[in-house]
């Protein structure tokens, strides 16, 4: 596709369950981030990729929070025993290449995560 | 640690009415500084942003931005807004290395025809 695809776009789970939520980043980009948004706030940095190599995860909030790319390609971020806070809109960005901050980032709609 | 603080949180204009949106940043580095929009219904999107050089940055559908270092600051402007304007604006920086980004909190700007 042209661009960042997220799904699913809303997902609705009972607290304490487990959810997966994946990214299909622009082919061939090599950078890929994961972002939390909470209603009202700007998007906060959870973790970053390079190719299937995580090298920064330090802004996933708890242990429950875990994300994988592991091709290169596709990333999964899983968010186990879910909690309402985790309630947000999950973005994926990725961008062509790991060159430091000249490359813009492209961002996918997210998705909307609602824990009752 | 950087962060951006965004002063307005919600912006109403006329059309043709001139925009300032400011931002602010903490950090005593070289920054990298952007601003994205996002249209209501869409994904974000990169208006424009400074790495270096000019301090004055164009970007796209007349919107510019001035990176002034001693006020630590990179307020983004357009001379006169249009109803398709209306988008939530987000100001970001990055201070080096690799491409982790911190955004402010957003300004939701408002045009009314």
């Known amino acids: 596709g042209a661009g960042v695809s997220q799904s699913p776009r809303y997902k609705v789970a009972k607290r304490g369950q487990d959810v997966a939520l994946r990214c299909d980043p622009i082919?061939?980009?090599?950078?890929l981030f994961w972002y939390q948004q909470a209603l009202g706030q700007g998007p906060e940095f959870l973790t970053y990729?390079?190719?299937?190599?995580?090298?920064?995860k330090s802004g996933l909030p708890s242990d429950r929070f875990f994300a994988e790319r592991p091709e290169g390609s596709v990333s999964t971020l899983k968010i186990q025993r879910t909690q309402q806070e985790d309630s947000a809109v999950y973005l994926c960005?990725?961008?062509?290449?790991?060159?430091?901050?000249?490359?813009?980032?492209?961002f996918g709609d997210g998705t909307r995560l609602s824990i009752l | 640690a950087q962060s951006v603080s965004q002063h307005n949180h919600h912006v109403i204009l006329s059309e043709a009415a001139s925009l300032e949106l400011g931002c602010n940043y903490s950090?005593?580095?070289?920054?990298?500084l952007f601003w994205y929009v996002q249209y209501p219904g869409q994904h974000l999107q990169l208006l424009l942003k400074?790495?270096?050089?000019?301090?004055l940055v164009k970007g796209i559908k007349g919107f510019e931005a001035e990176f002034i270092k001693s006020k630590f600051s990179f307020n983004l402007r357009k001379p006169s807004v249009q109803w398709s304007d209306t988008a939530e604006y987000f100001c970001?920086?990055?201070?080096?290395?690799?491409?982790?980004?911190?955004f402010g909190t957003g300004t939701k700007l408002q045009v009314i025809p």
């Open positions: 990729f390079q190719n299937e190599a995580q090298l920064d």
């Open positions: 082919s061939g980009h090599v950078s």
């Open positions: 950090y005593g580095g070289t920054v990298n």
């Open positions: 960005a990725s961008s062509l290449d790991w060159s430091p901050s000249n490359q813009p980032q492209h």
């Open positions: 400074y790495f270096s050089g000019d301090p």
């Open positions: 970001a920086v990055n201070t080096g290395g690799y491409q982790k980004v911190t």
